[in-house]
């Protein structure tokens, strides 16, 4: 090596950010002890903890049997390594976190002694490690934290502290931008999911700074410690609201991503905090998705009372002025989509966004008896679709709705390049569909399709001697062939739940088409 080659520290300090990006914590240790070069660029002299820029543990399940062989990455890793998620969290030099996942699962044991291979030490190690280390991640841009295997321990009110730390040492993450919390657990002999108050209560601060850019929450259930939480009922502290108040207030947020299940208060809170909100509105976001699992346990007495939700008029009306949205998704149960409130409202949130690619709307088996909901949608969209704007659009539970209305939107999406890949409706007679399922995409560039409209014009169909439906081609070829899968016909009514058509090499080929009447 001549005197102008670089030295192997130079290469390594060069190369680094792309070598460790395809790392994970054990290979490199192992590279760490291979050359002094090397440990220099990965151990941090003072602290003599490993720099990683990214780290990342999920929930991968444990293999079934001991003589499953096990893959060597990071996600066998708390399977093969005894306390993997605590050793390395108090390993990792914090400073150089850029990104960090935690699902916090369990782990293999060191030494047995007589009790089980496996243990979980979410609340007595692991995450008290991370909750103090916490404050040293002043780099640390992206945190995806999964708190389920925390909410047995949380019901006691152990973990109330250790919130406090976390929560004060997340305000200390500067750079934080992006920021993922799953607030969901499942406790052993409890049917309904549990979310944690005091999380939600911890990162509230850190959303009252108005620096997250992208904010992603699901929660769901009852409090997982129902006593602290009727301590804050009664000292007039809502922390759910509390906390889609702050998130609703992010100037600067581009994503927003809620996601909420069992529970009616959890959607009201969400519409109250839209209503009492400022003038600071997230303006510049780009996606939003608000997703209701609403999925009542099987066992839900009927002498529980009704379900009562909020009119969601107030929460589509507070993005409207987003117009800078780039996807949309929404999952309302059916009661939120009554009354001509909802519908302008429904209006005002999709007409005027020229940026609009993608739409997802999921009405939970709304009837339209007014017979406007279609008409809405496509009144709004249609700039998008002439524009080749839109390149996904979905349509899910939506009952009672004009043929004529399905037909001109697909025949507006067909014009603009995009197919309908799946397509399930029912045939309410009357010229009325309940649409199940209508999701249209944009074609991939030299994909050979078939549109939905053709369905109706290139074939026959007719009842064979088994009492099933066969097609056949019109006007197309005699090479092209296809066959139903689940087939049904009476003398009146026939329903088809799947048709897969195989088509000869000249022309194309419909994926999926899911159709029935009667």
Not at 118 to 134: E, G, H
Request: include cysteine; proline fraction near 5%; hydrophobic fraction near 40%.
């Amino acid at each position: 090596m001549d005197s102008s080659s670089p030295t192997p520290m130079i290469v390594i300090e060069t190369c680094w950010p792309t070598i460790e990006t395809f790392l994970h914590l054990e290979t490199s240790i192992a590279i760490a002890q291979t050359c002094h070069s090397l440990h220099r660029a990965i151990i941090d002299a003072d602290s003599n903890k490993l720099k990683v820029s990214h780290f990342e543990v999920d929930n991968s399940p444990f293999p079934s049997s001991d003589e499953t062989p096990l893959l060597k990455n990071w996600h066998t890793a708390p399977a093969r390594i005894p306390h993997y998620l605590s050793r390395s969290l108090n390993s990792i030099h914090f400073q150089s976190l850029r990104r960090l996942a935690l699902d916090f699962p369990a782990t293999k044991r060191r030494d047995a002694s007589g009790h089980a291979d496996i243990i979980d030490d979410a609340c007595t190690s692991s995450f008290p490690i991370f909750a103090t280390n916490l404050s040293f991640a002043r780099n640390l841009e992206y945190l995806y934290l999964n708190a389920g295997r925390l909410m047995a321990t949380e019901r006691s009110g152990q973990l109330e502290a250790l919130y406090e730390i976390f929560a004060e040492n997340l305000g200390r993450c500067r750079k934080l931008r992006d920021l993922t919390v799953n607030n969901s657990g499942v406790v052993r002999g409890i049917p309904d999911p549990l979310h944690s108050v005091a999380l939600m209560r911890a990162v509230i601060p850190t959303i009252q700074k108005k620096k997250i850019e992208r904010l992603k929450m699901v929660i769901a259930g009852r409090p997982s410690d129902p006593l602290y939480d009727r301590k804050l009922s009664t000292s007039g502290i809502n922390p759910v609201f509390d906390f889609f108040e702050a998130a609703l207030s992010v100037e600067g947020l581009r994503v927003l991503e809620l996601t909420m299940s069992r529970s009616t208060s959890h959607l009201n809170a969400l519409v109250e905090a839209a209503m009492v909100s400022g003038a600071t509105k997230p303006l510049r976001l780009t996606k939003l998705r608000l997703n209701h699992e609403m999925n009542l346990p099987a066992n839900r007495g009927h002498d529980s009372p009704p379900v009562t939700f909020l009119s969601v008029a107030p929460l589509l009306e507070y993005f409207s002025e987003c117009y800078s949205l780039e996807s949309i998704f929404l999952n309302l149960p059916d009661v939120c989509w009554e009354g001509e409130e909802i519908i302008q409202a429904l209006r005002q949130l999709l007409e005027n966004k020229p940026c609009l690619t993608s739409l997802t709307l999921s009405f939970s088996f709304f009837v339209d008896r007014r017979g406007t909901m279609m008409k809405v949608i496509t009144e709004c969209i249609t700039p998008n679709i002439a524009s080749k704007t839109l390149c996904k659009l979905g349509i899910f539970g939506l009952m009672d709705v004009d043929e004529n209305d399905i037909l001109q939107l697909q025949l507006s999406l067909q014009a603009s390049g995009m197919i309908c890949d799946k397509f399930n409706v029912s045939n309410n007679f009357g010229g009325k569909w309940d649409v199940m399922i209508m999701n249209n995409r944009k074609t991939v560039e030299g994909e050979a399709v078939t549109y939905y409209t053709d369905a109706f014009k290139d074939f026959q169909w007719m009842e064979n001697e088994y009492g099933g439906v066969e097609f056949h081609c019109v006007n197309v070829c005699a090479k092209c062939t296809g066959h139903i899968v689940g087939g049904g016909l009476s003398s009146v009514n026939w329903r088809i739940t799947r048709m897969s058509i195989p088509r000869c090499a000249s022309h194309p080929r419909y994926e999926e088409l899911l159709f029935s009447t009667g």
